[in-house]
C-alpha cells in the first residue's frame, strides 16, 4: 500500500468557532506514525465520540480530527510482525479517537500494544456492537464478582441502564442469575429492559435529591453509569458490605455524598478504567464476552449506520436521546 492511498473519513473541524464533522477524503500518509495499519470495517458510538466532536478539549486538544475510539478491522501492515498482516483485531481506548485519529475513518494507524487479537467466532460487526461499552459492562460486573456480588444477596441496580453501557450490563448480570432493577430516564424503554432480563424497572426519580445522608437500603451492588447527584443517592441505598461499580459522568463529575454510606454501612465504590487497563485484561473480558458471557439480545438489537448518519447520531448523545447500541459500518 502507498502513502497516497486515499480512504474516506468523517473528520471534526473548528469554523467560525463552530465544530462542524463532515466526510473527507484523506490518504494514508495523512495518518500518525505507529507499527500497524489497520483497515477499518466497523467501529461505534460512545458520549466520549460525541464529546470529541463537539470540540471538548478534555477529549481532543488540536482539530481537525478523526473521532472513533473504537475499531475493529483487518491489519493491512504491520512493523512488528505482530499482530500479522491479515489478522483482524480490536482496538478500543488509550488514545484513540481522543488525540490520535480513530475509528471514524477507514483507516487508522496505531502502536501494535493497542491491537487486541479477535476472539474466535467473532467478526468486526460483533467486536463493535460490544466495543469501549460492552467492554466497559464487563469491567463493572467483573470488579462486583471480585468483591464477593452473589445473586442471594438481593437486588442490583443498573443506572442509566438504555444506554450502551447500561444495556450490555442488565443482560449480563441477568444471564448471571442476579435481579436486576434498571434505572432508566427513558420511560418507553422499559419493555426492552425487561426483555435484556430488568426484573423491574424504575424510572431515575428513585435517584433524585434527598437531604437525608442515608435511605432505607435496598440495593445489594449495583452499576453506576451516570455519576453525578444520582450516584450519591445511589450510595445511600446501597446494603451493608454491598459494592458500587462505577464508569461514567453524564450527570456530571462531582460526588456530592457524605462518608456515611461507607463507614456506616462498609460500602465499597469501585472505579472502572477501561481505556489505560493493560491489554491482557482487555482481551480477558473480549475472550469472555465471545463466550460464556455473550449477550444475544444485545447483539440482536444493535443498530448499524454509515459515516453520514454520524453527526445526527452524535448530537442525540448530548441530548441524552440515544439509547442502545449503534454501529459504524465503513461499507454503509
Known amino acids: ?27 494514508v500518509s495523512d495518518l500518525p506514525e505507529g507499527e500497524v495499519l489497520i483497515r477499518v470495517h466497523h467501529s461505534s458510538l460512545n458520549y466520549k465520540d460525541a464529546l470529541s466532536a463537539s ?22 501492515e504491520s512493523a512488528t510482525g ?15 479517537g481522543m488525540n490520535t485519529d480513530g475509528g471514524f475513518g477507514e483507516y487508522i494507524r496505531v502502536p501494535a500494544s493497542w491491537c487486541v487479537p479477535m476472539p474466535d467466532g467473532w467478526n468486526t460487526r460483533t467486536a463493535m456492537i460490544y466495543g469501549t461499552a ?22 442490583v441496580a443498573v443506572s442509566g441502564a438504555s444506554g450502551a453501557v447500561g444495556s450490555v450490563a442488565v443482560e449480563l448480570l441477568s444471564s448471571l442469575g442476579f435481579e436486576v432493577v434498571a434505572i432508566s430516564g427513558k420511560a418507553d424503554h422499559a419493555a426492552a429492559l425487561k426483555d435484556l432480563g430488568a426484573k423491574d424497572v424504575q424510572g431515575r426519580e428513585i435517584l433524585e435529591e434527598q437531604k437525608k445522608p442515608l435511605l432505607k437500603p435496598v440495593f445489594a451492588n449495583a452499576v453506576d453509569t451516570v455519576g453525578g447527584a444520582p450516584l450519591a443517592e445511589l450510595l445511600k441505598q446501597i446494603q451493608p458490605g454491598g459494592s ?23 460500602v465499597n465504590l469501585l472505579g472502572v478504567d477501561s481505556v489505560e487497563i493493560p491489554l491482557s485484561e482487555k482481551q480477558s473480558v473480549w475472550k469472555k464476552f465471545s463466550g460464556e458471557w455473550a449477550c444475544p439480545k444485545a447483539e440482536a438489537s444493535a443498530r448499524d449506520i454509515g459515516r453520514a448518519e454520524l453527526d445526527d447520531a452524535l448530537k442525540a448523545f448530548l441530548k441524552g436521546a440515544s439509547a442502545g447500541k449503534i454501529v459504524l459500518d465503513h461499507a454503509k
Open 1 to 27: 500500500m502507498t502513502t497516497n492511498t486515499e480512504f474516506q473519513a468523517w473528520r471534526v473541524e473548528e469554523k467560525d468557532g463552530e465544530y462542524v464533522g463532515q466526510e473527507q477524503t484523506l490518504k
Open 55 to 76: 470540540g471538548n478539549k478534555g477529549v481532543t486538544r488540536s482539530y481537525p480530527h478523526t473521532p472513533g475510539i473504537d475499531a475493529a478491522g483487518e491489519v493491512v
Open 82 to 96: 505482530e499482530p500479522a498482516v491479515g489478522s483482524q483485531v480490536i482496538v478500543t481506548g488509550y488514545d484513540l
Open 134 to 155: 460492552g467492554l466497559t459492562a464487563g469491567l463493572c460486573v467483573q470488579k462486583l464478582l471480585q468483591m464477593g456480588a452473589r445473586p442471594e444477596q438481593g437486588q
Open 244 to 266: 458500587v461499580s462505577i464508569c461514567g459522568l453524564v450527570a456530571g463529575p462531582q460526588l456530592p455524598t457524605t462518608v456515611l454510606p461507607f463507614i456506616l454501612r462498609g
